[in-house]
DNA sequence: CGCCAGGAGTGGA
DNA sequence: TCCACTCATGGC
């Protein structure tokens, strides 16, 4: 199937992050074509990306037939995932006018938030992700995705989904232990779990709600869930433009990098420089976060 | 060895 | 509302 591709937009950024040094389970990035995991109808199906003239193909490997209804959700969640529905120019316009950052625009042009499109997964991830080095994080994550998460075989390659909540529900807080996880994590992942087995958490429950304050508060009420992983869920998965996940490390680091803050405690400093770009705080940060590992080799 | 890492909960002032 | 303390473990 062939998903049209909008201007600003580049592969090559795109898979760059998507492979950017650590080791990821949820996807794979093999020269320039891209494996992922995608749950269809509650089937596991890999799917397969490349790039062609103004659009992306994707295609089920090992082919298989698709109906009308499930190619237009695959459709979907590329679209979602890979954010290729917004226009960045605005958003390059407003780099542009500061020294600091307009570098970006030529250096990580066409890069996209590159988002989770399931929520619990999101969530999981921020959970897991929480005051430990990611390269630590994603070592747990791949820990809980192989034992726990649907696997998928093509080519002498294992693909995974990432684990279901009425899975994780039923693991107890010793078998986390086992794979590293601390106490406290692994008690939130299986507290998270449950609430979306049971249907107090979803997607759909969040996207009802009237506006951004009322999905943020939503998720703190969670056990686990601070102000860090509700803006930072609200902006991977829920695309809420605005969202900046306060007290975040590396957008700190990246923040004195860019000379806009001396030392870390400049909270004012640090709203009044979000103020200038309003719309596209969540773009910004993923791009500063971008920064942190350098231009793409 | 010490400090840090894409934090969060709790309890006390 | 705002600190200080605690959790917990690998990476460098």
Not at 14 to 41: E, H
Not at 184 to 201: H, N, P, Q, T, V
Not at 211 to 226: C, F, N, Q, T
Request: charged share 30%; aromatic share 12%.
């Amino acid at each position: 199937m062939r998903i049209p591709l909008p201007t600003d937009f580049s592969f090559r950024e795109c898979t760059w992050f998507l492979d950017r040094g650590y080791d990821d389970c949820m996807q794979a990035v093999k020269g320039k074509t891209i494996f992922k995991m995608i749950r269809v109808d509650g089937r596991a199906l890999l799917v397969r990306i490349t790039e062609e003239e103004g659009f992306l193909e994707a295609e089920l490997v090992p082919n298989e037939d698709l109906n009308t209804r499930r190619e237009e959700f695959i459709r979907n969640y590329i679209i979602s995932w890979l954010d290729l529905e917004r226009d960045l120019r605005p958003f390059y316009e407003l780099l542009l006018k500061d020294k600091r950052l307009a570098y970006m625009c030529a250096t990580f042009g066409g890069l996209r938030l590159i988002g989770i499109v399931d929520l619990f997964e999101a969530l999981s991830w921020s959970i897991i992700g929480q005051q430990i080095n990611l390269t630590f994080a994603f070592k747990l994550k791949r820990r809980l995705v192989e034992k726990y998460g649907e696997r998928l075989d093509f080519e002498g390659e294992a693909y995974y989904l990432f684990p279901s909540c009425e899975v994780l529900a039923g693991v107890t807080i010793e078998e986390l232990r086992e794979m590293q996880f601390s106490r406290s994590k692994a008690a939130y992942l299986i507290g998270l779990a449950s609430a979306f087995a049971k249907g107090e958490m979803s997607l759909e429950m969040l996207k009802g709600l009237p506006d951004v304050e009322s999905r943020r508060a939503v998720l703190i009420a969670l056990k686990g869930i601070g102000i860090w992983t509700a803006n930072y869920t609200l902006m991977k998965t829920l695309r809420e433009p605005s969202s900046i996940p306060h007290g975040d490390t590396g957008l700190l680091t990246a923040l004195a990098n860019h000379a806009v803050i001396k030392d870390r405690s400049e909270v004012e400093k640090i709203e009044r420089f979000f103020k200038k770009y309003k719309g596209w705080e969540s773009y910004l940060v993923f791009y500063l976060w971008r920064s942190l590992a350098g231009p793409a080799a």
